[in-house]
């Protein structure tokens, strides 16, 4: 199993990686065992979401999808608000949705 995990830092900003242990890599950017990473200066820092994949290749994909989202969108993910995730996606893309609710534009 290969997880993609998020942690919140102490500068509010968000890390995102992946990795085939979880409890140990968490536990690597809690202690700060690695002074180069990118979590060292920014402790302490949460785990806010976490999802398995049965491949590493599976888990890059979407490591690298989240990290080039917004906060706006990684904070929807962490909500699990996935109607959220939508509208932001269709905003960015110029889907943006009516102001009305029947759409109707006469």
């Known amino acids: 199993m290969f997880w993609v995990y998020m ?6 900003s968000f890390y995102v ?3 085939d242990n979880l409890e140990i890599r968490v536990g690597q950017h809690i202690h700060g065992i690695d002074p180069f990473c990118y979590t060292f200066s920014r402790r302490p820092v949460k ?30 993910l962490i909500a699990n608000d996935w109607a959220e995730i939508s509208r932001i996606s269709n905003f960015k893309y110029g889907k943006k949705s009516p102001s009305t609710g029947s759409g109707r534009t006469d």
């Open 47 to 76: 785990l806010v979401y976490s999802q398995g994949f049965e491949s590493r290749e599976e888990a890059l994909v979407i490591e690298r999808q989240i990290k080039g989202w917004n906060r706006a969108k990684k904070t929807a």
């Open 17 to 19: 990686g992946h990795t």
């Open 7 to 12: 942690l919140k830092c102490a500068d509010r």
